[in-house]
Nanobody, 123 residues
Framework: QVQLVESGGGLVQAGGSLRLSCAAS????????MGWFRQAPGKEREFVGI????????YTDDSVRSRFTISRDDAKNTVYLQMKILKPEDTAVYYC????????????????WGQGTQVTVSS
């Protein structure tokens, strides 16, 4: 059983920054591939990016890649999502999740999820 707890969400003005954290239980965090997803009201949960075990990162598209940075601290069992130049369309509940296998872009590829943290970007 893996428990994931996100924190760091909040209300921010457009152009601002936030850093989300996701703390995980378990002794083998360094072997986890950790993804970030987000879900806006009325929309499906969508892939934001992933931190592969070993530190390599991958993002959904150039807009996210140019503004968001995923990092991890295996000693702290934590993965981070640093978000800059936030836009109103970034407003969503953000989730971290552990990848079980399969396509990184699909929510069904992940077996453990955090409870989510709300990010609201005002214009």
């Amino acid at each position: 059983q893996v428990q994931l707890v996100e924190s760091g969400g909040g209300l921010v003005q457009a152009g601002g920054s936030l850093r989300l954290s996701c703390a995980a239980s378990g002794r083998t965090f360094s072997s986890y591939d950790m993804g970030w997803f987000r879900q806006a009201p009325g929309k499906e949960r969508e892939f934001v990016g992933i931190s592969w075990s070993g530190g390599y990162t991958e993002y959904t598209d150039d807009s996210v890649r140019s503004r968001f940075t995923i990092s991890r601290d295996d000693a702290k069992n934590t993965v981070y999502l640093q978000m800059k130049i936030l836009k109103p369309e970034d407003t969503a509940v953000y989730y971290c999740a552990r990848r079980a296998g399969g396509s990184v872009y699909l929510a069904r590829s992940y077996d453990y999820w955090g409870q989510g943290t709300q990010v609201t970007v005002s214009s």
